[in-house]
């Protein structure tokens, strides 16, 4: 009897701190998110050698020029035929920062036509990751800036909280 009777009020409780847990969650999202890439293709030649950097990242200018100099690629040989380049180029073009509908959060700060090759080169990441600690970039599980996910553990699934 006093269970049954207490069973609502408890299931509400739960309910109510899940719906709390989920509206923090899309709270912080609405920020650290950034869609991952979903196109198989650009996933398989994009995202084996570091993770697939997501696409609003960077400007569509940025995508075309990188894409149109992948045999030299950050000191790598990233080459690839003719018809893939132009399907994932036409992937991370159509999925840019500066695309329709696409959120722009990291392009504040470039100018019209600016094509960074690099997302740890923008304005508004190096602002982001002012105040990370020397001592952070030179640890040895880090190696490089563009390791996001030595820091941000779920940024391949597009979320970069401070984690
Ligand atoms: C053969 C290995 C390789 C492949 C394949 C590759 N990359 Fe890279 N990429 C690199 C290396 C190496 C760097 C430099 C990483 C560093 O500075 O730590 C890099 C850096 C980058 C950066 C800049 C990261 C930063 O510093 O902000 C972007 C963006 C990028 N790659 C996109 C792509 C895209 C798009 C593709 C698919 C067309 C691709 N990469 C395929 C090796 C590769
Ligand atoms: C050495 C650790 C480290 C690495 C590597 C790193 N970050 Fe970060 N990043 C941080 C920290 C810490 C913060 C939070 C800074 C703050 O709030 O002051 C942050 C913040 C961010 C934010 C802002 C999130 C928000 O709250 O709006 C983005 C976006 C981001 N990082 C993207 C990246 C990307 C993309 C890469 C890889 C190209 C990367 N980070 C690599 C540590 C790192």
């Known amino acids: 009897m006093k269970a049954s009777a207490l069973r609502p009020l ?34 398989q030649e994009c995202a084996s050698c570091h993770i697939g ?7 569509a200018a940025s995508w075309q020029r990188m894409m149109g100099g992948l ?4 000191g790598d040989d990233a080459s690839l035929d003719t018809d893939t380049a132009a399907a994932i180029t036409r992937y991370l073009v159509g999925h840019a ?40 970039w030179s640890r040895k599980d880090v190696g490089s800036k563009a390791n996001c996910t030595a820091c941000h553990i779920d940024a391949e699934k597009g979320y970069f909280e401070d984690d």
């Open 53 to 59: 950097f997501p696409p609003s990242m960077l400007p």
């Open 71 to 74: 045999e030299s690629h950050f």
């Open 97 to 136: 920062g500066d695309a329709p509908g696409q959120a722009n959060k990291l392009l504040r700060g470039l100018r019209p036509g600016d094509a960074p090759l690099r997302i740890t080169e923008l304005p508004k990441w190096v602002r982001e990751h002012d105040e990370v600690p020397a001592a952070e």
């Open 10 to 43: 408890a299931l509400g409780v739960v309910a109510l701190a899940v719906t709390v847990l989920l509206f923090s969650r899309a709270q912080a999202g609405d920020d650290d998110y950034y869609p991952p890439i979903t196109d198989p293709l650009t996933l």
